[in-house]
Nanobody, 124 residues
């Protein structure tokens, strides 16, 4: 069974940075895709970024391009989300999600495995 555990969230001022981590376990993750989604109160989940594990293929939402970077560390079974120049509108619970294959979809229902989430709060 695939398990995903996020960490690294917190409270930061606008313009600051945070790095989220998603540690995966339960199987080998070669040929898997890991994505980050976020959900603000009373809003639908929003795609943030995705990476093909071990590869160089990535995808980003327009709202985070140039500010966020997703990467994978195969040795540590970890996917990172480096978030720079944070804005108050980035405030949300951030979830990592995983699926098999090479396609990087932005629809939450395409991912069968989810972590418990980590809160990110950006103050103005």
């Amino acid at each position: 069974q695939v398990q995903l555990v996020e960490s690294g969230g917190g409270l930061v001022q606008a313009g600051g940075s945070l790095r989220l981590s998603c540690v995966a376990s339960g199987r080998t993750f070669e040929n898997y895709v890991v994505a980050w989604f976020r959900q603000a109160p009373a809003k639908e989940p929003e795609f943030v970024a995705a990476v093909h594990w071990g590869g160089t293929t990535t995808a980003y939402a327009d709202s985070v391009k140039g500010r966020f970077t997703i990467s994978s560390d195969n040795a540590r079974n970890t996917v990172w989300l480096q978030m720079n120049n944070l804005k108050p509108e980035d405030t949300a619970v951030y979830y990592c999600a995983a699926r098999g294959g090479t396609v990087l979809p932005s629809v939450p229902t395409s991912y069968p495995y989810w972590g418990q989430g980590t809160q990110v709060t950006v103050s103005s």
